[in-house]
């Protein structure tokens, strides 16, 4: 069995620690078993570890992503990158052509594709291996893992199964799918035995893979990648799912929740204080994350949330804070907060002048015995001023050390790297006519190759 974890998402629906770089499964504000604040995707890799599952488990994830996964999950983790965001099918198609051609995996394979931050207790994952036995008992294309209802909720899609249908043989047979029914249908349903759809479903590969050639869709994971930005904007749940004509349900009785904004959030987050601040005693059912330096007090209000970032600050009511995904899905500000497989950088001040030119300044934390690519700009000079720590440069095919007060100046088109000795962190000042994250041209990754180009 192999397992597909989707690690999608536009990073508004916890706007502002959220962004298009650190979706709400990177959030660090969950507390583990030490004590110790992890994110919904550390979590969930954890999950999947302690039910034998990680060597198995592949994330697909959109290239926006890959450094915030590598930093949190390791350099080790499988990833299937998406070239563009387009949707579940298309993700999950891409997924199919890399395990097929790239992995030589069995056309008889169980594929298990699911979100990659439920909150779930750990039955879940056991309960999840239950999806290959059912493919092979019942014979169906398809076996959704569906959760037993604990409310009459608005906000899921439910499985409906067939009249009478009892699961005393472990399974369901699905009759229809309804995507977030108003509360007197979602009463009626679960009267119907209806579940939650929870997004988890399994398929032999060569399902997929069938219904790929039918569609005139390529099966090969090269030319998938070429042809992806033409592939159609789908989920896979109206591509797959629901034209398919055999589909089973497994029943999950646990504790299931989607995270997905800040008042369901805010429920499984233990500290009400999360960073600088003060909450009066006044003030209940509220809760403060805060990632800046300068401390926010809380005085006299309840039943809000209020959370900051260098994306900004929230205030809000938390039974209206779902509905900031609308407020913001308009906003294309820049992330001014990423993590890296190196360490991670904060952007302190960004201007743009009358006359076209951008001055970007960044904070930058680059972890011990980690390294920057070797890499070059197109668009930008950067001057570094390193504040604290070591480590070696190679700037142009020099080596060289560095540490504490130097202060180097990157002209565009100049080659350079970074190994951290010990942690460092660096002031950075770009200037320059268009400031993106996407002007950079990696050369080498690993430091070793890198250092094998130097001649000085």
């Given at each position: ?189 679960i009267r119907q035995n209806g579940l939650w759809n929870c997004g988890v479903f399994a398929f032999k590969l060569d399902f997929l893979i069938n219904i790929l050639i039918a569609n005139e869709l390529p099966i090969q994971y090269d030319e998938m990648l070429k042809r992806y930005g033409r592939l159609p ?224």
């Amino acid at each position: 069995m192999k397992v597909v974890l989707l690690s999608g998402g536009s990073g508004k629906r916890l706007w502002p620690l959220s962004n298009d770089s650190r979706s709400k499964q990177f959030l660090k504000i969950l507390k583990n078993a030490d004590g110790h604040l992890e994110s919904m995707i550390q979590r969930v890799w954890g999950q999947i570890g302690e039910a034998g599952l990680r060597e198995h488990a592949y994330v697909a994830t959109s290239k926006p992503q890959v450094e915030m996964i590598y930093s949190q999950l390791g350099s080790e983790v499988n990833l299937i990158v998406e070239p563009e965001r387009r949707d579940t099918f298309p993700a999950i198609a891409l997924a199919a052509a890399f395990l097929y051609s790239v992995e030589g995996v069995n056309l008889n394979e169980t594929i298990v594709v699911m979100p990659v931050d439920p909150f779930v207790e750990q039955s879940f994952f056991h309960r999840l291996k239950e999806l290959e036995r059912v493919l092979e008992s019942a014979g169906t294309d398809l076996a959704l893992m569906g959760v037993q209802p604990t409310y009459p909720s608005e906000k899921y899609g439910y499985i409906i199964p067939k009249p009478d249908e009892g699961d005393g043989r472990g399974f369901i047979e699905v009759q229809s799918f309804r995507e977030k029914p108003c509360q007197e249908e979602a009463e009626a349903m679960i009267r119907q035995n209806g579940l939650w759809n929870c997004g988890v479903f399994a398929f032999k590969l060569d399902f997929l893979i069938n219904i790929l050639i039918a569609n005139e869709l390529p099966i090969q994971y090269d030319e998938m990648l070429k042809r992806y930005g033409r592939l159609p904007k789908i989920s896979f749940d109206y591509e797959v799912v629901e034209r398919a004509n055999r589909v089973a349900a497994v029943r999950y009785e646990g504790s299931w929740k989607d995270l997905g904004t800040w008042n369901t959030l805010t429920e499984e987050i233990e500290s009400s204080l999360i960073g600088k601040g003060i909450i009066t005693d006044s003030s209940e059912n509220a809760h403060v994350i805060n990632e800046l330096d300068i401390p926010i007090t809380l005085l006299g209000l309840s039943d809000v949330v209020v959370a900051a970032s260098p994306d900004g600050i929230l205030v809000a009511d938390k039974a209206a804070s779902p509905l900031i995904k609308d407020v913001m899905k308009h906003s294309e500000q820049r992330p001014m907060y990423e993590e890296r497989r190196w360490g991670r950088y904060r952007v302190l001040d960004y201007v743009k002048y009358p006359d076209g030119r951008e001055v970007l300044t960044k904070r930058i934390f680059i972890a011990a015995g980690k390294n920057l690519s070797y890499q070059y700009h197109s668009l930008r000079d950067e001057v570094w001023t390193v504040v604290s720590g070591h480590g070696e440069m190679v700037l142009n095919e020099r080596h060289f050390s560095i540490s504490a007060g130097d202060v180097l100046t990157i002209p565009k088109e100049n080659k350079h790297s970074l190994l951290a000795i010990s942690d460092i962190e660096i002031i950075e000042v770009q200037t320059g006519s268009e400031l993106i994250e996407e002007d950079i041209v990696r050369l080498e990754l690993e430091w070793n190759e890198i250092v094998q180009l130097c001649t000085v």
